[in-house]
């Protein structure tokens, strides 16, 4: 007798694996043009309060296809393993990235005033 939550758990999860590689695989597509500008702008001069808002922006950035390739593998590779709820967690890794940006972004000239920052 087929176990039917299960067989509705695992096309789930594969839907929402499938779903997220696409979109994460779009926003790399992206990422090198984005990449791109956003050297172009840390190339230019900043203001001293905005300095480490930038580099943390900057590194942020050059990070994000990392978060994503290990997102999209381990997402995979728990699904081959039969682990059909862990995908759901690990595929919203990159997330943080976009969370992380935002914060940056919004705190600005804030972040100038954090000794460890510097």
Same mark, same amino acid.
């Given at each position: 007798?087929?176990? !039917?939550?299960?067989?509705? #758990?695992? +096309?789930?999860?594969?839907? %929402?694996?499938? $779903?997220? &590689?696409? @979109? %994460?695989? @779009? &926003?790399? @597509?992206?990422?090198? @043009?984005?990449?791109?500008?956003?050297?172009? #702008? /840390?190339?230019?001069? &900043?203001?001293? +309060?905005? +300095?480490?808002? #930038? =580099?943390?922006?900057?590194?942020?950035?050059?990070?994000?296809? $990392?978060?994503? !390739?290990?997102? !999209?593998?381990?997402?995979?590779?728990?699904?081959?393993?039969?682990? %059909? !709820?862990?995908?759901?967690?690990?595929?919203? /890794?990159?997330?943080?990235?976009?969370?992380?940006?935002?914060?940056?972004? %919004?705190?600005?000239?804030?972040? #100038? +005033?954090?000794?460890?920052? =510097?």
């Amino acid at each position: 007798m087929p176990n !039917i939550d299960l067989d509705r #758990s695992k +096309e789930r999860s594969f839907l %929402y694996i499938l $779903i997220f &590689t696409l @979109l %994460y695989g @779009l &926003t790399l @597509l992206l990422w090198p @043009l984005i990449a791109f500008a956003m050297g172009m #702008s /840390l190339a230019a001069p &900043t203001p001293p +309060e905005y +300095e480490v808002a #930038s =580099r943390l922006e900057g590194t942020l950035l050059m990070t994000y296809p $990392i978060g994503v !390739i290990a997102a !999209i593998i381990s997402g995979w590779a728990s699904y081959h393993a039969k682990r %059909y !709820i862990f995908p759901y967690w690990i595929m919203q /890794l990159p997330l943080l990235w976009f969370a992380a940006w935002i914060l940056v972004s %919004y705190l600005g000239t804030a972040l #100038s +005033e954090v000794p460890f920052l =510097r």
